[in-house]
């Protein structure tokens, strides 16, 4: 039998090179992987818990959230297409438009 | 340990007979279309051309293989053989009589459509990978074509599930038996015609064979591929043929069954084993594959995505709802 | 020989999230996190969630990551792996995410569950993974399922509003 705080090491390592790669990288479809890397991760915990705690409920919330992911990077992907399409550049370090101006 | 053994022989002698099958509908389909079209097909290789596929394979086997210098070497070389194990790994959950499966799995449906999604990503590296626009493009459709498509295949499936109460394959083909008409296709008429539609868009077959149109793509995603390469995206082709047949056999036509009325009127065909009724059906869905491509002319992208779009997936939804409505209320 | 198979899976998860995520080419690491979600699957093989797992294969590779090669391709892969790759403050952002990574697996590793639900393995075996999902989804979570069909259907036309281009040749 394999402990449960195996899996939910990996979990937490898999959510951690994520969160990681989220606040480094600035090509902003990496960015979006890296949301799918953690989100991976916190449904591995969910799963995990659900098997260890004889609690199915565990896989509903995983399903749920694998729904919503599909809806959310749908529209995030629009969004992005949007922005090349004004700016010509995914890089995450231009969207600065809405700062105030350092030089008066 | 024996019991793995028993396996790797189950699986051996299920590859060798479906990879004897593929070589002799290439024959199958060149004789059916040589006929449709009156002309002889293939003659010289053999008596009546009978050892014509030997022949193709010992030739394609000994092509040069040429890889183009601009392509992404490793996807390259990696692409046909996505296609060809997410394909061919569908074989395992199909049980071919009541006894023979190599794995029975519970989820055995889920299974056959998680497969599907990912042998699309053979197709579209290969077409990214070889780095040619024809490539490209016949990659990218064959991408949208395979991906709307197979909504449409699951919600036909769908209603087949809700049927039988069970996605174990197995078991979808004893509750067919047991209802009055003993196949799935008479009451479930709608999730039929869009399984077959479908299934012909999936395996990417005229005349839905739009990726590889070759009067405006050259070969589409095959384009750059040659010898041994091209052989393996052929080969997961026409294993993608019998595995949809053999879907559409055990899902709607009964599998290795016949139904009840027919063995009550002539109780002799309960002798015959199930693996013959299997193989007829499955034939006969191969045959209507080879004679629809030898009749019908090529779709148009635009028509091909709105077919799929506005006519088979609305009325897959609506199947469901009356399966669904009826299951809850009539029965 | 089961504890083989889950080290090979766990080290290759980690290893693969690593290799994807540092891949200069997008297309690349959109491959690697489809290899990285395949492993996944597999590893919720090993926690009995059978269902679950295809589901994560079906919407991930079925649906998302093509979305993710198709909006790669739309906006052209070949510009894309030239930009920077990498922030201009990233050491300190490192060493938050590190000391994040430390406190989580810390935190993780200490977890000990004393609760036990009335879903026992023997129960799911008798009535099926997919079946026992079905039934606790349907009975006790309906509002949930109407908000994730209400959810998924707002970014459909989301997405279409955000895509629509108007007809220029009139």
């Given at each position: 039998m394999i402990p449960l705080?195996?899996?939910?090491?990996?979990?937490?390592?898999?959510?951690?090179?994520?969160?990681?790669?989220?606040?480094?990288?600035?090509?902003?479809?990496?960015?979006?992987?890296?949301?799918?890397?953690?989100?991976?991760?916190?449904?591995?915990?969910?799963?995990?818990?659900?098997?260890?705690?004889?609690?199915?409920?565990?896989?509903?919330?995983?399903?749920?959230?694998?729904?919503?992911?599909?809806?959310?990077?749908?529209?995030?992907?629009?969004?992005?297409?949007?922005?090349?399409?004004?700016?010509?550049?995914?890089?995450?370090?231009?969207?600065?438009?809405?700062?105030?101006?350092l030089d008066g | 340990m024996i019991e793995l053994l028993g396996l790797v022989i189950k699986t051996f002698?299920?590859?060798?007979?479906?990879?004897?099958?593929?070589?002799?509908?290439?024959?199958?389909?060149?004789?059916?279309?040589?006929?449709?079209?009156?002309?002889?097909?293939?003659?010289?290789?053999?008596?009546?051309?009978?050892?014509?596929?030997?022949?193709?394979?010992?030739?394609?086997?000994?092509?040069?293989?040429?890889?183009?210098?601009?392509?992404?070497?490793?996807?390259?070389?990696?692409?046909?053989?996505?296609?060809?194990v997410f394909t061919t790994i569908n074989l395992t959950v199909i049980p071919f009589t009541s006894d023979f499966i190599i794995a029975d799995l519970n989820i055995g449906v889920l299974f056959i459509l998680a497969s599907a999604s990912v042998a699309v990503y053979g197709v579209i590296l290969a077409g990214w990978s070889s780095n040619s626009k024809y490539s490209?493009?016949?990659?990218?459709?064959?991408?949208?074509?395979?991906?709307s498509y197979e909504i449409a295949l699951g919600l036909s499936l769908a209603g087949v599930v809700l049927m039988a109460g069970s996605l174990n394959l197995?078991?979808?083909?004893?509750?067919?038996?047991?209802?009055?008409?003993?196949?799935y296709a008479i009451p479930q008429i709608i999730g039929f015609v869009v399984f077959i539609i479908a299934a012909f868009a999936e395996t990417n077959r005229a005349p839905f064979d739009l990726p590889e149109a070759e009067t405006e793509l050259v070969a589409g995603y095959l384009t750059e591929y040659s010898a041994f390469r091209y052989a393996l995206f052929f080969l997961a082709e026409y294993i993608a043929m019998y595995v949809m047949a053999s879907i559409c056999t055990l899902c709607f036509l009964g599998g290795w069954t016949i139904p009840k009325f027919i063995t009550d009127f002539l109780p002799f065909l309960e002798k015959v084993p199930g693996i013959v009724w299997f193989a007829i059906k499955v034939y006969?869905?191969?045959?209507?594959?080879?004679?629809?491509?030898?009749?019908?002319?090529?779709?148009?992208?635009?028509?091909?995505?709105?077919?799929?779009?506005?006519?088979?997936?609305?009325?897959?939804?609506?199947?469901?709802?009356?399966?669904?409505f009826i299951k809850r209320f009539a029965l | 020989m089961?504890?083989?198979?889950?080290?090979?899976?766990?080290?290759?998860?980690?290893?693969?999230?690593?290799?994807?995520?540092?891949?200069?080419?997008?297309v690349h690491a959109v491959l690697g996190l489809l290899l990285l979600f395949l492993h996944i699957a597999v590893i919720y093989l090993f926690l009995n969630a059978e269902f679950l797992a295809m589901v994560q294969i079906i919407v991930y590779a079925g649906a998302i990551l093509v979305m993710f090669l198709f909006?790669?391709?739309?906006?052209?892969?070949?510009?894309?792996s030239s930009t920077k790759r990498y922030t201009s403050i990233f050491e300190g952002r490192v060493l938050i995410g590190v000391a994040t990574m430390a406190v989580i697996v810390g935190a993780f590793s200490l977890i000990e569950t004393k609760y036990k639900g009335k879903y026992t393995i023997s129960y799911i075996q008798e009535i099926g993974n997919t079946k026992a999902v079905g039934v606790l989804l349907f009975n006790e979570y309906p509002i949930g399922v109407l908000l994730i069909g209400i959810i998924l259907l707002i970014p459909m036309i989301a997405v279409a509003v955000l895509a629509w281009r108007k007809n220029d040749t009139s």
């Open positions: 705080e195996a899996y939910l090491v990996l979990a937490g390592l898999i959510f951690s090179i994520g969160l990681i790669n989220l606040l480094i990288s600035r090509n902003m479809i990496i960015l979006f992987i890296s949301v799918e890397v953690m989100l991976a991760g916190v449904n591995l915990m969910l799963v995990a818990m659900a098997h260890y705690m004889n609690d199915i409920r565990g896989h509903v919330l995983a399903l749920f959230s694998i729904a919503v992911t599909a809806g959310s990077v749908a529209v995030g992907l629009s969004l992005l297409v949007a922005y090349f399409n004004l700016k010509k550049s995914i890089d995450s370090e231009e969207l600065r438009e809405l700062r105030e101006r | 002698v299920v590859f060798a007979i479906v990879l004897t099958h593929v070589a002799y509908t290439t024959y199958a389909e060149r004789k059916i279309i040589g006929r449709a079209q009156a002309r002889m097909g293939p003659m010289e290789v053999g008596p009546h051309g009978l050892l014509q596929p030997i022949a193709d394979f010992i030739k394609i086997f000994f092509k040069e293989d040429i890889i183009p210098m601009n392509a992404e070497k490793l996807l390259f070389k990696i692409a046909p053989l996505v296609v060809l490209f493009l016949g990659g990218i459709r064959s991408a949208s074509q395979v991906l197995r078991e979808i083909v004893y509750a067919q038996h047991k209802t009055a008409f003993g196949i006969a869905f191969i045959f209507l594959y080879i004679w629809i491509r030898a009749t019908f002319p090529r779709y148009r992208f635009d028509q091909l995505l709105s077919i799929g779009w506005k006519v088979l997936i609305p009325a897959g939804i609506i199947n469901i709802f009356i399966t669904a | 089961i504890y083989l198979i889950f080290g090979y899976f766990c080290i290759a998860t980690v290893g693969i999230s690593i290799v994807a995520l540092t891949r200069k080419n997008p909006t790669l391709f739309l906006l052209g892969a070949k510009e894309l």
